[in-house]
């Protein structure tokens, strides 16, 4: 007997709550489930309509979006001084950015143990915050979680020759 394929099921998140890497990754695996040839059902071409659309939507949104919606820069300046409405943005993007470079560069340095390195306490202290947290904070805390990482990737490993 044939193997059924398997049913497309839409994530139960939405795109808003992932981070940039996250985002990424889900819509190329939206990408590919779309471009895949095979038969679906009714619900599940609505179903892949409908995460297509909500990717698009949010892709619209990081990219610059809608300047007249809650949550921009330019509604913000209508009852916010320019200085701070844009500047709370900008900042708002840094930390964005800050977040995804620690994650782009955990996933390559550990792969697999990269999540749970990036939730683990920074300096392995119990008081700290995640690693993710301080490194999206700011630069210095960018650059120290990437310090951190570094020393992990420079470690000589027991199955290298220099593991003595």
């Given at each position: 007997?044939?193997?059924e394929?398997?049913?497309?099921?839409p994530?139960?998140?939405t795109?808003r709550?992932?981070?940039?890497?996250?985002?990424?990754?889900?819509?190329?695996?939206?990408?590919?489930?779309?471009?895949?040839r095979r038969?679906r059902?009714?619900e599940?071409?609505?179903?892949?309509a409908?995460?297509a659309?909500e990717?698009l939507?949010?892709a619209?949104?990081?990219?610059?979006?809608?300047?007249?919606?809650?949550?921009?820069?330019?509604a913000?300046?209508?009852?916010?001084?320019v200085?701070q409405?844009?500047?709370?943005?900008?900042?708002?993007?840094r930390?964005?950015m800050?977040?995804?470079?620690i994650?782009?560069?955990?996933?390559w340095a550990?792969?697999?143990?990269?999540?749970?390195?990036l939730?683990g306490r920074?300096n392995?202290?119990?008081a700290?915050?995640?690693?993710?947290?301080?490194a999206?904070?700011?630069?210095?805390g960018?650059?120290?979680?990437?310090?951190?990482l570094?020393?992990?990737?420079?470690a000589?490993?027991?199955?290298?020759?220099?593991?003595?």
């Amino acid at each position: 007997m044939p193997k059924e394929p398997e049913k497309y099921r839409p994530i139960e998140r939405t795109f808003r709550t992932l981070d940039l890497t996250a985002f990424a990754r889900r819509c190329d695996e939206l990408s590919f489930a779309i471009r895949e040839r095979r038969p679906r059902s009714t619900e599940e071409r609505v179903a892949l309509a409908q995460e297509a659309a909500e990717a698009l939507t949010e892709a619209y949104l990081r990219l610059g979006g809608d300047t007249h919606k809650q949550g921009s820069p330019e509604a913000a300046a209508r009852v916010l001084p320019v200085s701070q409405a844009f500047g709370e943005w900008h900042e708002s993007l840094r930390r964005g950015m800050r977040s995804h470079t620690i994650h782009r560069a955990a996933a390559w340095a550990l792969r697999e143990r990269a999540e749970a390195w990036l939730r683990g306490r920074a300096n392995d202290e119990p008081a700290a915050f995640a690693r993710a947290v301080v490194a999206a904070d700011s630069d210095e805390g960018l650059q120290a979680m990437l310090q951190e990482l570094q020393a992990l990737v420079s470690a000589p490993t027991p199955a290298s020759p220099d593991a003595g």
